[in-house]
C-alpha cells in the first residue's frame, strides 16, 4: 500500500500512520479513514455520502459524527505554518487544499516478534463506560504493567503466567529492550508519559454519586502528580468529560498519551470500581483492574484504585519512592463529598452568583465536619472573592472571611499551593499590592509547577506589570497543562496584544472563537485589538458575532443601523449601549478611541472608585495609551500603585 506526502504530513497506509516529520501523531481508526479518503482523493471533493457509506456502512448515523471526526482531524493536522489543510465544501463535503505526492512503500522487512504478549481480562463481566463498556476481571485477578512495557505479571488462583518469557528468542528482547530503552528516553525528554484521568462513571444519579466519582479522578491524578517522569493533566482539563465520550478522542484532544477511566457501581454498601487504562495511539486497553470495598470506606477506596493505577504505570517500589507529597483529605468522606461539590458548582457553572452561594454553602458544609481541611478553606476563600465583585453592599464583608479563610488555611498548611494562590488574588484584586501578588503566585507555582490556575494568574499579575514575555512563558505554561478549550487560547490571544503583537493577537482570538463558538467574549476582545491597531472598519464584523452570540437583539438593531453611517457612529451607540449598564471600563476605551480623553478619565476614576476587575491592567491596557500623558491618568495610576509601571510602560514606546 502507498505513502502519501502532503503539506509537513507523511501518511503510512501500510503501517497505519500519520507523521509530522519524526513525530508520530495519533488519530483513531475513523478519523485515519476520513483522511486516507482525503488524500486519496488528490483535492478533489468527497462528498459527505461518501463518507458515510465507507465509515458507517451498517449504521444510520447523525451527520454530525462526521463533523466532529473532521473537526478532530484538523486539530491533528495543525503545524506552525498555519496552512488550513480542509475545506469545508458547504453541505457537500470535504477535500484537501494541499498537494499530494504518492510514494511507493518499500518492501516489508521481515517481522521481529517484539515480545509483547497481550493477555486479556478472563472470566469477567460487561461493565457499562463513559465511552462503551469494557470486560473486567473478577475479584480475584490482580495484574499490572509498567508504563515501559518492561513487566507485565498475571497471577489467577497461585498461577503464574510466564509461558511469553519462553516464547521470545534472545535477540528479539534485545531489539525490543533496545527500542524500549530508546522510547523512554524520549518519553523522558518530553517530560516523560502524558496520562488524563477521567471522572469515573458512577451507576447512580445522585450529587454525592457525582462527587465520588470526581474524587476518584481527583485522587489518582493527585497520586500520579507526584510520581517524577509523567505529566497528569489536572482536573479542570478533565472535567468538561465528566458526561463521557470516546477515551481515543478525549486523549487526543487532551494531548495525552494515555487515558484511564472507571466506574463505580453500587451493591448494597459495597463499592464495585473496575478501571482500565487506553493507549491513545493503538486504542488498545492495557490494563484493567476490579476492587470492592465498603462504600463508607470513601478514602481506602481512593488509595486502592489511585495505588494500583500508579502501580500500572512504574513499578510498584519506584512509584513509593518517588511519592513527594501525601494526599490532603479531611477527616471524614462527608466533608470531602461537600467540598468536592463545591468545586463542581463554581467549576461548572461558570461562578454567576447562585452558584457560588451554593459552593459557599458547601465549603461550609464541609468545614462544619472537618475545620482542619486546609483545603476548604482556600476555596471558601475564593468564593467569597469571587462573590463579593457582584455583592457590593456586603463587599466589605465578604472580603474579610475571605482573608479569614485564607489564614486558616495556611495556618493549617503552610505549603498548600491553592491558600498562597488565593492570598496573591486578593492582594491583586483588593490591596492593589502587586509585588506582594507576584510573589505569592509564584509561591504557589513553585509549590504545584503544573497548577494551570497557579501559572495563569501569575501571568495576569505580569501582563499588568507590563511583563509580557513573562507573562507569555506563564500562560504557554498553562496551556500545555491543559491543552483543551478555549480559555487558554484567548488569555494568549489577550496577552500578544498586550505586548504588541497585533496580528497574532486577532490570530490566536479567531482560534479561540472557533474552539468555543458559543462564547462572545473572544470576538469582543478581537474587537478591541482591532479598535487599539486603528483597524476600526474590521472591528465591526467582531462586534456584530459578540452580538448575535450574546442574544442582545437591541444591540444587534442598533449596531447594524449604524454601521452605513461608519466607524465612528458605531463607536458613538456602543457607547450609549454600555453607558446602560455601567461598564465603565468599556465606555473609557470608547471614548479614547473617539479622542474624549476627559471623558475617558471620567469613566475610569468611577471604574476605580468601584473597583471593578480590570483595575490591575489600567496602564497595559492597549487602549489607554493615548491617556498616558494626561496629567488625570497619571495620578489614576499612582492611586492604584501603578505609577512606575506607567513610566516604564511610557518610555518603552
Known sequence: MPIYEFGRFTLDTTEHLLRQGSERIPLTAKVFAILEMLVEAGGRMVDRETFQAKLWPDAVVEERNLTVNVSTLRKALHDDTGVRYIETIPKLGY?????????????????????????????????????????????????????SGTRYLGLRGGLVVSAMIAAVSIAPIALWRARETRLAGNAAALGGPRIAVLPFAVAGESPEDSALGLGLADAVISRLAGIEGISVRPISAVMPFANGGDPVAIGQSLQADRVIEGVIQHSGTVAKVTTRIVDVTSGATSWTERFEKPYTGFFELQDAVS??????????????????????????????????????????????????????????????????????WSGLARAYRVRSFSHETRRDALVKLAYDAIARALALDPLLPEAHLAHGMMKYNFEWDWIGAERDMQRAVDLAPDDEDALSWLGNVQRGLGKHEEALRNF??????????????????????????????????????????????PH???????????????????????????????????????????????LEFDVAWRTKSHDFWEIAALQTQLGRRALAIDALEQCVAANCANVPVLVAEPRFRPLFGEPRFQALAARVHLAEVLTKIADGQ
Open 95 to 147: 477535500r484537501l487544499t494541499v498537494p499530494v505526492k504518492r510514494v511507493e512503500a518499500a518492501a516489508p522487512a521481515p517481522l521481529l516478534h517484539s515480545g509483547a504478549v497481550a493477555i486479556g481480562p478472563v472470566a469477567g463481566t460487561e461493565v457499562p463506560t463513559p465511552s462503551g463498556s469494557f470486560v473486567a476481571d473478577s475479584v480475584a485477578d490482580r495484574h499490572w504493567m509498567s508504563w
Open 307 to 376: 495505588a494500583a493505577v500508579a502501580g500500572s504505570l512504574m513499578q510498584r517500589v519506584v512509584v513509593e519512592r518517588q511519592w513527594r507529597n501525601s494526599l490532603r483529605r479531611p477527616a471524614s468522606p462527608d466533608a470531602y463529598r461537600a467540598y468536592l461539590e463545591a468545586r463542581m458548582l463554581i467549576g461548572r457553572l461558570n461562578a454567576h452568583p447562585p452558584s457560588v452561594d451554593e459552593a459557599i454553602q458547601a465549603y461550609r458544609r464541609s468545614l462544619a465536619l472537618d475545620q482542619t481541611f486546609a483545603p476548604a
Open 476 to 521: 504557554e505554561r498553562a496551556r500545555r497543562v491543559n491543552p483543551i478549550g478555549a480559555r487558554h487560547i484567548q488569555i494568549m490571544g489577550e496577552a500578544l496584544w498586550y505586548a504588541g503583537r497585533i496580528d497574532d493577537a486577532v490570530g490566536m482570538l479567531e482560534q479561540a472563537g472557533r474552539l468555543n463558538p458559543a462564547d462572545p467574549t
Open 524 to 570: 469582543w476582545l478581537r474587537a478591541a485589538v482591532l479598535d487599539s491597531a486603528g483597524r476600526g472598519d474590521e472591528a465591526i464584523a467582531p462586534r456584530r458575532q459578540a452580538a448575535q452570540l450574546t442574544g442582545d437583539a437591541e444591540y444587534l438593531a442598533g449596531l447594524d443601523a449604524m454601521r452605513s453611517s461608519g466607524y465612528r457612529a458605531v
